[in-house]
Each structure stands twice: as C-alpha cells, then as structure tokens.
C-alpha cells in the first residue's frame, strides 16, 4: 500500500489541501494509491455482499418477517380462528406488524447512535476486518437462534428482538465492509469492485429466495411443516449460507494499518472526538460533508422502491403471489447484473454520474408507472422492471464516490456516518407514501411520495462536486 493510505493523521491535522481521494474525475486521471489488488482478494471480499444477503432478502423482507413473524402463527388462537375479514384479527395482525416495527425502529437508533464511533474505533485500532468479523458472527448467531421461535404468540418478542439484533449487527459490519472497499481497489477499478460485491449481494440474495420457492414446490421433501419448522430451518439455512460464503474475506483480505497520528480515546469521549471531526470534515472535506447529507435522501427513496414495489404491484396492478414472486426474483436479477455492468461506467465517468442518471431514470419509470397504470399490467412489467435497473447503480455508485471522498484513514468513521445520516432520513419516503395514500384513496398515488423523495435526492446531488485536484476547500 502506498503511504496515503497506511500514514493517516488525524482530522485535525488534514491538510489544507484535500487529497486526491476528494475528487470526481474519470479515475484514469488519479494516480493510483498501489499496484493491482490480486483477484483472489476482491472475489473474497465481494463474497461477502453474497453471504449476508440473505438475512434481508429472505429473512427481513420476503419469508421469515412477511410470511412467518407476523402471520397467524403467533396469534391467539381464538382471534386466528376468526374469518379473514374480521376486525379483531386484522387489528391483531396490525399489532404484530407494528410491534415489529418498533423493534427494528430501536434497533435504528442503537445503529445511529453507534454506527460512526466505532467506525472511528475501527480506523484507529486498525481493526475493521476484526470488527467486521465480531458482528459477522452475532448475525449469525441471531439467525441460528431464529430456530427457536416456535409458532406461539409467547415467542414473537424473542423472534422480533433476534431480527433487531442481526440487524444491528448486519448494519455494524457493513460499515467496516464498505470501508475496505478502498483495501480490495485501486482509483482505476473502485467503481467496478463496488459493483460486483453489490451486484453478488442481489445475486445471492435472490437464489436463495429461489432455492426456498423450489423447496416449497416440493413440499419441503416431506417436512414436517407444523410449528413454524421449514420458516426456522430456512434462518438455520441463512446462517450457513453466510458462514460458508463470508470466510474467505477473513483468511485472504489483509487488515487495513491503524491510523497511528490519531488518538486512542475511551467509548465515550469518542463522542466528543467525532463532533470534533465533524466539524473538521465539514472546514476541510465540505464535498463529503454535503454528500453525506444528498444521499440521505435519495437512499431513502432506493429502499422505498424495494420495500414498497410488491405492495404495488399487487394492489394497483392486480399481481397475484406467484406473479409477485416471479417479478421479485426478475427483478432483483436485473438489479444486480445492471449493478455490475455499471461499475465500468463509474470508473469511466465517474460516480457522481452514474448517481445522477440512475436517480433521474428512476425518476422517469417511476413516472410511467403512475401516470400509465390504467394500461394494466405491462406497464408496470415493462416499466417496473427497467426501475429496478437503476437502483443497485445507484447505491454501488454512492459506496464507490464516499469511498473515493473519504479522507485517508477515516474510511470506517465516514461510512459509519453514512449510516447515521441514512436512518435519520429514512423516514422521508414512508411518510409521504402513507400521506399521499390517505389524501387519495389510492395505493398508486403513494408512488408519486416516492418519486418526489428520489427526486429531491437527485437535486440535491447535483449540488455536491467534488473539488477538484489541487484546490483548497471553500470555506465560510
């Protein structure tokens, strides 16, 4: 590794001049850090998007939550016994739902809360792969421990608090993932690698959602299917999945080098640390400060896509479940094969590019979908699904640009700040989605809450540019 990467100062030493990792030029024109990243490392550390996927595809969104969690199963048994019309029963079901809302919600603030200072903890102590390993294992103790969570109302508080804690845990090691994307990249390949470990995740998240539909065709090879068994076995199953797809990380990607010109201070006065970088990061990275703040925003309307898409196509444009299954699996196909393709427009054009044209091609399917839905089902097929292609560039896009912006040795601190501003914003797109819907009467208006998300986000990027090489940062 060169030495502006393995000689990092602290925030209050940066210089006055922003390094190269500021800019946004095409990366043929940045001098790289150090000679090419042997394959084998970037395949491992990209393995690793493969590996924890699962735990949101198949465990946070499509199965375990939507299907198992918050069902019947974990009803009293004389309200489950009710028809599905009634109101008691929906309000139950209600509750469910919302009572598993507010344990992802708390699990957001501890990853708001935590997420940059042990990021800064991590960059000092020159420990992300340690770090990314500890929260690696307690997410898959949590999906092992998910095999406990019997089909009774007494263990949904136990299932809903093991899906908070993986998530805390998932969201922990992501920070010091995406910080070791500048470990496994040169400024010549860092868009194509962030779009491969992106892309691998949908991939991987995706077959095996494939794998359990199959399982189900076949009616679990005579499985017992009482008690919530082939829902638990399927979190045993997302946990080896992760054990036997993550290692490689471990054993081939080296350790980054501690930030030695950075102080070592207890958890605690880490918080006082960190305001004080922030302020630094905002006199002397102001790019970076403001990137932080536009992603925010357009982060919000990417999940929204995704978390609000089969709730669409269902209600407004009359999917039934297995149509909805087929479009999700096409989708998320689409997602990560565009994702990996675009990693070369990111090295050629640049990130910010790349951001730009996919929120404004989201913004226009997105469009097409509203304001054509009466044309039935092949619009949303046709227009739904070219959406999908924009959003994996997107988010591999924003890691690539935050990475190339990171000031040398705070790669984990920024990334962790990432996190924060992303769940600080998050709840942008629901509560417009909801509004709109309420104002209306109608599923498909809430797209338009959507889009107006993704929209803003789109006019706020354009506001970021990077500064280029050898400028001095503007300041107040």
């Not at 640009?401 to 040398?408: E, F």
Request: glycine residues 10%; hydrophobic residues 55%.
């Amino acid at each position: 590794m060169s030495d502006t990467h393995t000689t990092p100062g602290s925030a209050a030493d940066l210089p006055a001049q922003p390094p190269s990792r500021l800019t946004d030029p095409p990366a043929t024109d940045v001098p790289p850090r150090r000679g090419p990243v042997p394959r084998r490392q970037v395949v491992s550390w990209a393995l690793w998007d493969w590996a924890t996927q699962p735990f949101n595809t198949v465990i946070v969104t499509f199965v375990f939550t939507a299907s198992y969690l918050t069902s019947d199963a974990f009803l009293d048994p004389s309200v489950a016994a009710l028809g599905a019309d009634s109101p008691a029963r929906e309000r139950a079901l209600a509750d469910l739902a919302s009572g598993l809302g507010a344990w992802i919600t708390a699990a957001g603030f501890v990853i708001a809360v935590l997420a940059p200072v042990l990021g800064r903890r991590a960059d000092v102590a020159g420990r992300r792969k340690a770090w990314l390993g500890g929260a690696t294992i307690l997410l898959v103790a949590c999906m092992l421990a998910l095999f406990a969570v019997r089909a009774d109302p007494v263990y949904f508080a136990v299932g809903a608090a093991l899906i908070a804690l993986g998530s805390v845990a998932s969201e922990i090691a992501g920070v010091n993932y995406n910080a070791m994307l500048v470990q496994v990249s040169t400024p010549a390949t860092i868009g194509k690698v962030s779009g491969i470990g992106w892309g691998l995740g949908y991939v991987g998240g995706i077959l095996a959602l494939v794998i359990i539909v199959v399982a189900t065709m076949f009616d679990w090879w005579g499985m017992p299917t009482d008690d919530g068994l082939p829902y638990r076995v399927i979190a045993v199953g997302c946990a080896l999945w992760a054990v036997a797809f993550a290692w490689p990380l471990f054993r081939y990607v080296p350790e980054a080098p501690p930030a030695a010109d950075r102080p070592r201070v207890g958890f605690f006065a880490s918080y006082a640390v960190l305001v004080r970088d922030v302020v630094e990061l905002f006199r002397t990275a102001r790019p970076t400060f403001w990137f932080l703040l536009a992603s925010a925003v357009y982060r919000d309307g990417l999940a929204a896509v995704f978390t609000f898409g089969a709730i669409i196509a269902a209600v407004s444009f009359g999917f039934g479940e297995q149509q909805v299954i087929v479009f999700g699996i096409a989708a998320n196909l689409l997602a990560g094969l565009s994702t990996i393709a675009a990693g070369r427009l990111d090295d050629r054009f640049g990130p910010r590019a790349v951001i730009l044209g996919s929120l404004a091609g989201l913004v226009v399917c997105g469009l097409v979908v509203v304001l054509l839905h009466d044309l039935g089902q092949v619009v949303f097929w046709a227009a739904g699904l070219l959406l999908t292609c924009f959003v994996g560039p997107a988010q591999a896009a924003s890691r690539s640009l935050l990475a190339r912006m990171s000031p040398p040795g705070r790669e984990s601190e920024i990334f962790g700040l990432y996190a924060t501003t992303g769940r600080a914003a998050s709840f942008l797109a629901p509560s417009l989605w909801t509004l709109l819907i309420a104002l209306t009467g109608a599923t498909i208006w809430g797209t338009l809450g959507i889009i107006v998300v993704l929209l803003a986000g789109l006019l706020l990027m354009l506001a970021v540019r990077p500064t280029p090489p050898g400028a001095a940062p503007r300041r107040p």
